[in-house]
Structure formats: structure tokens, C-alpha cells
């Protein structure tokens, strides 16, 4: 049985389709799972099935609600040992809306912003450190013309997840417990997002989400998931203007 | 919900059409696919029936993501589960507690809710009857968006007529099973040589006390049709040599065929002396103590051994002869048959079985037959014969496996019971929007003219 209090790990964006593979895989391994998101029921869908699946106590979940502030929720949890934040938006519509322009940073960049910022500080005063998964996307690595509202939302939050990952890791001192930060960026993975996309680089959720709990624990600063991400998109950054804005990218 | 085309097929892969597919995750989406009244729907799984049963007319519901446990008493062995869940992780889930499901289909990756729409059997047929026997409930959303409570006593006629309904009542969202209790991970399995028809008869119809049997049979030897092995099996406890349920539960390792091969690659001869190889297999180990797994889901091992028959695909006749005196005389007719006709099966099974009680469902008291050919002009023309064999004698066919009957035919099998599984169908689902290519092809809702 799990202690209350003993270190758990924080999923935000529970609902998402990554995620709930993430706490799959975690609550398999029998790790204690607090679960973040908008929609209760499904919340609740998801923490029964994993107690079931794992014969293990039922996840607690958190929904999100408009009264609460993150230092509220903060507050009431225990030691957190690992963050996964996986809050956003999927950018359906059009990059010039305004609305949607508001919805998608909102979602994309201030949300989860806050959250890990609010999430490595508690971590640097609980014995022990934690660490912090920030998911954000290869989309973000250049700007181009079919989702640039989205891929600019994980651009900024991406460069954020990376400043505060250089903060920490400045002159850690006798008041400050070590907290890491890992920028994620998916490339394409096999979610709701691109279930109309047929490509053969589409990645398993499965995949992803193991790739990311083992180079988290390995303290990498920036994953690319599947790993040959790494090097489409370093071509891609490398293909001079006159030549990209012909691409029908 | 993104949409996209997708060209879909069955097990078979002899028959296949091009769909709209959708595939929700969160409950939210799933619970309101019928709200949009312009698309014919179809709820399904993995697509393990054999013909065109799980393809829809306009928009076909991939499940199997909705696939959560609901509720699971471990004391009672009652589990409740979202329908797109399959038999494989089920297994994982009871086994450690001590139960089982009372029928088990012959591939793992069955889900729970295409089990209950094809009414699967197992090698318990003749104890414990097919799926549907074992479901207390089923939550079924109906054509006009309301959700439904459906048991053997509760709105029955629309649990029955789901049951081996192949998805035509609505989109089954999940179910409510009564587990089988077992005290081990394994069987204690007796394997019978046989070297006639009629000694492979009688071995799978005597009366032991084993839980589970089965009959395979190799149809490429020209001189001896009768020839294989009877497998008999039962449960055991821990203390005669069972494994422990605390222990893990590991699949064994798969191979799975990255590609078609060519068609050629399996013939008469290749399977002859493949079907030789296992057959000295049995011969050496009569008798053994195994885990479940590979009893249950031999084929599995391999995994889209469909593959082997090339893109063409392949076509199964699974018939059932009702009990008779003349039982033996059918069986050795409709092996003889193809022979006769120059054709030869890869995959030859009987197990015994006893009558359900769906409109559309397969069992009766009596024996069935499968039967695998590979897809050409030929073998259609040899199933179509072989059908119409079973429609004199008052046998059925698996709806299921189908890819050659025509409307014909399965008014001639299932008449008795068509008016009050349409009318039950008529009732929920006026507009016919769930429909499928099945549907279309042997007019199940609608009587042909």
C-alpha cells in the first residue's frame, strides 16, 4: 500500500492521448499517480481503469476549476518526484483567428508556463528535487505555413521550459533541492491529432511514452521523440528561405 | 473527430471496401458518434470476423480505443468493461485474481464487444454454450442517441438479437461479464492420436471430464482424410503441477509476418509436411501440463499468419451439423468434397457444441466444422456447394467467417428465426443507421423480394 505522502508522480493533462499512455506505463510500474485535467469524468474513467488493470489503489485526480489556483492545488499535494506536463491544445483552426490565436496560447504557452514554473519551485524546497517533462513539439523548431499558430505556441514554451531548465541548474545551493527540466518534442505520434495523417515516421504512443519516462530519469535536456526527429528537423532549420517558402510544408 | 479514408478488410482479406473511419478516445466523443444523422455508422473492433462483417456502408467506429475497465469484483468474478477492450488484456487482468471467461475465442485479440457481435465460441462450446451466455448486461446506444441496458430478462429480444448481431442493433459500449473460476495458470492436456474419421469422431464426442476439446485434422494427406489428433484439456490446481496465478502472465514471443508471401508459398505440400511435423510433435508429448495460452491461442504465435495466403486472401467454411445418426456420414462427405474437386484445406478443426440461444447465433447441439481454402474462383464455387450441402441436412453456417454466402442462402439457414430478429431490429433502428457491406450483401434487415 502507498503512503499518502510518499513521492508521487504529477500528470498534468491527464486526458490527453500521450498522457494516458504515460500514466499506463507508470501505474504499471506501481508508481502513485496524481492526475491534473479539465474534464472530471474522464479523469475518473481513466483512474478506475488503472486501478483495475493494476490492482493498485485508485489514482487521485484533480479537475481543474476556475476558483482554483495552482499554489491551491500545489499546496494540497505531497512530494512530487516526477512532473509530466502535457497541457495543450491542438490547434484546430485557423492561425489568424484571433480567438483561436488566444485559445492556443493560452493553453499552449501560459498554462503550462505557470504550471512548471510554479511546479520546479515547490520541487527546489522538497528534499529530494524533482524533475519536469515539459511536452512540446517538433513543430516548434521552424515556423511554417499550415500550423504556424500552434508550432510558434510550442516554439515559446519550449524556449521557457529551456530557461527554466538553465536556471536551475545554476548554482544549486544548501537551500535548494536540484530540479531538471526536460523539453520534449514530438514528432509525429498516433493520437487523435494525426489520426487522418498517413505517414510512416507516425510513433506509437507506447514508444513515446517510455522513450520519454527513461531519458527523463536520464536527465536529458532535450528529447526528441522518436529520435530521428533530431535530425529531420536540423535539415529543415538548415534549408535557406528561398528555397523553404516553395515548400509545401 | 478527425475522419479518413481507409481501405478496410477482413480477416480473410478476400473481401474489402473502402471506408470512412473515425476512432474516439474520450468517452465525451464516443457516447455522441450517433448525433450526426448524415452517416450510415458501424461500430468494430479489430476486424477479425473473415468477410465484410465489420465494414460499414458509410462510417465505421474504430473501438479499440475505448477500451477502460469499469468495474471488476474479484470476490463474485464479475467484470465490466468498455467494449473495445480485447480478450488478451481481460486475461491479464482476472487471471492473477483467479478467473477466467467462460468462453474464449481462438485469437486473443478479440474485443469484448466484437466477442458479443459475433456470439464467439470456444473449446467449451458443448459445456459452456457461446459468449453471450456469460453476459449479465450490455449497454447498448441505440440509433436515436438513447443508451440502453440490455440482459437476458431486460429488453431481451434487443439483447438476443445483438448477440451474433454483428453490430446491426447499435454500438455496443460495454458489457457486463460473469467470469469462470480457476485455480492455476495451466491445463493438464491429453492429445489422441487418430488414423480414421470415424476414431477422431469418437475420441472428440467422449464423454470425460475435460473442460475444454477440440479435433484437427489434416486434409492435405490424400490417402487417410480422418488422420490428426483430439486434444482433450482441464483445468488443474496449483497443488497437481499448476502455475501459480500471482505469477506474471507472459504471452509466449511472436513472430509477426511483416508482409504477404506469396501465395504459392503455401500448397498442399508445404502443409502436408508442416501438418506431419506437428503431428510427431503430439506424438511425442501425449500428454502435458501447459499454460493455458498456448492451448487457447495456438495461432496466435504467429502473428497475421493471414498473410501466408497471399493478397488474394483465403475464405473459411465453419458449418454446424446438427446431432444425428448421420453425423458421421455429413462429416465425411464434406471432407471428401473438395478433394473430390481437387482442393484441399490448411486448417481443419471440430469441437462439439450446444444450442444457443441467439436468432443469429451460430451453435447448435451438434459438431462444427472450419475449413480454410485459399480465395479463388474455385473454392467459391466449392463453398457455395458445400453451403448448400448444410442447408439440406439443417446445419448453419458462422456468420462471422462468412465471405461467399449470398441472401439466398442465409434466408434458407436463419428463416426460422429472421422475422422476430427483424422486427426487433425494425423496432430500434428504422432508418437503418447502423448497416454494414454484410448487411448489404445478404439483406439481413430486410427481406429480399
Given at each position: 500500500m502507498t503512503a499518502h505522502d510518499d513521492p508521487h508522480i504529477f500528470i498534468l493533462g491527464a486526458t490527453s492521448s500521450l498522457a494516458m499512455q504515460l500514466a499506463d506505463q507508470l501505474a504499471a510500474k506501481k508508481h502513485p499517480l496524481i492526475l491534473y485535467a479539465r474534464q472530471e469524468d474522464e479523469l475518473k474513467r481513466i483512474a478506475t481503469d488503472l486501478s483495475i488493470r493494476y490492482d493498485i489503489p485508485p489514482p487521485r485526480y484533480i479537475t481543474a476549476q476556475d476558483?482554483?489556483?495552482?499554489?491551491?492545488?500545489?499546496?494540497?499535494?505531497?512530494?512530487?518526484?516526477?512532473?509530466?506536463?502535457?497541457?495543450?491544445?491542438?490547434?484546430?483552426g485557423d492561425s489568424d483567428d484571433p480567438q483561436n490565436q488566444i485559445r492556443v496560447i493560452t493553453h499552449n504557452y501560459q498554462l503550462p508556463a505557470q504550471w512548471i514554473s510554479a511546479v520546479?519551485?515547490?520541487?527546489?524546497?522538497?528534499?529530494?528535487?524533482?524533475?519536469i517533462a515539459l511536452i512540446a513539439s517538433v513543430a516548434g523548431d521552424r515556423g511554417r505555413q499550415s500550423n504556424y499558430l500552434y508550432g510558434s505556441s510550442k516554439a515559446a514554451i519550449?524556449?521557457?521550459?529551456?530557461?527554466?531548465?538553465?536556471?536551475?541548474?545554476?548554482?544549486?545551493?544548501?537551500?535548494?533541492?536540484?530540479?531538471?527540466?526536460?523539453?520534449?518534442?514530438?514528432?509525429?505520434?498516433?493520437?487523435?491529432?494525426?489520426?487522418?495523417?498517413?505517414?510512416?515516421?507516425?510513433?506509437?504512443?507506447?514508444?513515446?511514452?517510455?522513450?520519454?519516462?527513461?531519458?527523463?530519469?536520464?536527465?536529458?535536456?532535450?528529447?526528441?521523440?522518436?529520435f530521428f526527429w533530431r535530425y529531420i528537423m536540423w535539415i529543415i532549420k538548415l534549408i535557406p528561405d528561398r528555397i523553404f517558402r516553395k515548400l509545401p510544408l | 473527430?478527425?475522419?479518413?479514408?481507409?481501405?478496410?478488410?477482413?480477416?480473410?482479406?478476400?473481401?474489402?471496401?473502402?471506408?470512412?473511419?473515425?476512432?474516439?478516445?474520450?468517452?465525451?466523443?464516443?457516447?455522441?458518434?450517433?448525433?450526426?444523422?448524415?452517416?450510415?455508422?458501424?461500430?468494430?473492433?479489430?476486424?477479425?470476423?473473415?468477410?465484410?462483417?465489420?465494414?460499414?456502408?458509410?462510417?465505421?467506429?474504430?473501438?479499440?480505443?475505448?477500451?477502460?475497465?469499469?468495474?471488476?469484483?474479484?470476490?463474485?468474478?464479475?467484470?465490466?468493461?468498455?467494449?473495445?477492450?480485447?480478450?488478451?488484456?481481460?486475461?491479464?487482468?482476472?487471471?492473477?485474481?483467479?478467473?477466467?471467461?467462460?468462453?474464449?475465442?481462438?485469437?486473443?485479440?478479440?474485443?469484448?464487444?466484437?466477442?458479443?457481435?459475433?456470439?464467439?465460441?470456444?473449446?467449451?462450446?458443448?459445456?459452456?454454450?457461446?459468449?453471450?451466455?456469460?453476459?449479465?448486461?450490455?449497454?447498448?446506444?441505440?440509433?436515436?442517441?438513447?443508451?440502453?441496458?440490455?440482459?437476458?430478462?431486460?429488453?431481451?429480444?434487443?439483447?438476443?438479437?445483438?448477440?451474433?448481431?454483428?453490430?446491426?442493433?447499435?454500438?455496443?459500449e460495454s458489457l457486463t461479464v460473469q467470469l469462470l473460476p480457476i485455480s492455476s495458470q495451466s491445463l493438464d492436456i491429453t492429445t489422441t492420436l487418430t488414423h480414421s474419421l470415424a476414431q477422431t469422431y469418437?475420441?472428440?464426442?467422449?464423454?470425460?471430464?475435460?473442460?475444454?476439446?477440440?479435433?484437427?485434422?489434416?486434409?492435405?494427406?490424400?490417402?487417410?482424410?480422418?488422420?490428426?489428433?483430439?486434444?482433450?484439456?482441464?483445468?488443474?490446481?496449483?497443488?497437481?503441477?499448476?502455475?501459480?496465478?500471482?505469477?506474471?502472465?507472459?504471452?509466449?514471443?511472436?513472430?509477426?509476418?511483416?508482409?504477404?508471401?506469396?501465395?504459392?508459398?503455401?500448397?498442399?505440400?508445404?502443409?502436408?509436411?508442416?501438418?506431419?511435423?506437428?503431428?510427431a510433435k503430439k506424438r511425442k508429448h501425449p500428454h502435458s501440463i501447459s499454460h493455458f495460452h498456448s492451448f487457447f491461442f495456438p495461432l496466435d504465435s504467429l502473428h497475421r499468419w493471414n498473410r501466408l495466403y497471399g493478397k488474394r486472401g483465403f475464405l473459411q467454411f465453419q458449418c454446424m451439423i446438427p446431432h444425428s445418426d448421420e453425423s458421421?456420414?455429413?462429416?465425411?462427405?464434406?471432407?471428401?468434397?473438395?478433394?473430390?474437386?481437387?482442393?484441399?484445406?490448411?486448417?481443419?478443426?471440430?469441437?462439439?457444441?450446444?444450442?444457443?440461444?441467439?436468432?443469429?447465433?451460430?451453435?447448435?447441439?451438434?459438431?462444427?466444422?472450419?475449413?480454410?481454402?485459399?480465395?479463388?474462383?474455385d473454392s467459391r464455387k466449392l463453398l457455395s456447394d458445400m453451403t448448400d450441402y448444410i442447408i439440406d441436412i439443417g446445419g448453419k453456417m458462422y456468420l462471422a467467417k462468412d465471405s461467399t454466402l449470398t441472401s439466398q442462402q442465409f434466408e434458407a439457414l436463419y428463416g426460422d428465426n429472421l422475422e422476430s430478429w427483424r422486427k426487433t431490429v425494425q423496432k430500434y433502428d428504422p432508418e437503418h443507421r447502423f448497416d454494414s457491406h454484410f448487411n448489404q450483401r445478404l439483406s439481413l434487415k430486410t427481406p429480399i423480394l
Open positions: 476558483d482554483h489556483t495552482i499554489d491551491d492545488i500545489l499546496q494540497s499535494l505531497p512530494t512530487i518526484r516526477e512532473c509530466y506536463c502535457l497541457i495543450g491544445d491542438m490547434g484546430d520546479a519551485e515547490r520541487m527546489s524546497q522538497q528534499e529530494g528535487g524533482g524533475k519550449a524556449t521557457f521550459a529551456d530557461g527554466l531548465r538553465h536556471r536551475y541548474a545554476q548554482h544549486p545551493n544548501a537551500h535548494q533541492s536540484p530540479v531538471h527540466v526536460m523539453t520534449v518534442k514530438p514528432g509525429y505520434i498516433d493520437t487523435p491529432m494525426t489520426y487522418n495523417l498517413d505517414s510512416p515516421l507516425k510513433a506509437s504512443r507506447s514508444y513515446v511514452a517510455s522513450h520519454i519516462i527513461r531519458h527523463l530519469r536520464q536527465n536529458k535536456p532535450v528529447l526528441y521523440t522518436p | 473527430m478527425l475522419s479518413k479514408e481507409d481501405i478496410l478488410t477482413g480477416w480473410g482479406n478476400a473481401i474489402s471496401h473502402s471506408s470512412r473511419c473515425i476512432r474516439p478516445e474520450k468517452y465525451s466523443d464516443f457516447s455522441t458518434v450517433t448525433d450526426d444523422n448524415t452517416h450510415t455508422i458501424l461500430a468494430a473492433g479489430n476486424h477479425l470476423t473473415y468477410g465484410d462483417q465489420s465494414i460499414s456502408l458509410d462510417t465505421t467506429i474504430d473501438c479499440t480505443r475505448m477500451n477502460r475497465c469499469l468495474s471488476f469484483d474479484t470476490q463474485k468474478g464479475i467484470l465490466r468493461c468498455e467494449a473495445g477492450i480485447t480478450v488478451d488484456e481481460i486475461m491479464r487482468i482476472t487471471t492473477p485474481k483467479g478467473w477466467i471467461l467462460p468462453t474464449i475465442p481462438g485469437t486473443k485479440y478479440v474485443t469484448l464487444g466484437g466477442a458479443f457481435a459475433s456470439n464467439v465460441h470456444g473449446k467449451n462450446a458443448h459445456l459452456h454454450g457461446e459468449f453471450a451466455e456469460h453476459v449479465q448486461s450490455i449497454m447498448l446506444r441505440l440509433a436515436d442517441g438513447s443508451l440502453k441496458k440490455c440482459t437476458p430478462k431486460l429488453n431481451k429480444q434487443l439483447f438476443w438479437a445483438s448477440a451474433a448481431g454483428l453490430g446491426l442493433t447499435g454500438i455496443i469418437e475420441s472428440l464426442m467422449d464423454d470425460n471430464d475435460s473442460d475444454y476439446c477440440v479435433a484437427w485434422l489434416d486434409h492435405c494427406n490424400q490417402d487417410n482424410l480422418g488422420q490428426g489428433y483430439v486434444e482433450h484439456a482441464r483445468h488443474i490446481a496449483q497443488s497437481d503441477g499448476g502455475m501459480d496465478l500471482s505469477k506474471p502472465y507472459t504471452s509466449p514471443r511472436t513472430i509477426t509476418l511483416p508482409t504477404f508471401t506469396p501465395s504459392i508459398a503455401l500448397n498442399r505440400y508445404s502443409m502436408s509436411l508442416y501438418n506431419r511435423y506437428v503431428m458421421l456420414t455429413h462429416l465425411e462427405h464434406l471432407l471428401h468434397h473438395p478433394h473430390s474437386k481437387g482442393q484441399h484445406s490448411f486448417l481443419v478443426v471440430l469441437k462439439k457444441h450446444k444450442a444457443t440461444q441467439a436468432p443469429l447465433g451460430f451453435s447448435l447441439d451438434g459438431i462444427s466444422l472450419a475449413m480454410d481454402f485459399p480465395n479463388h474462383k
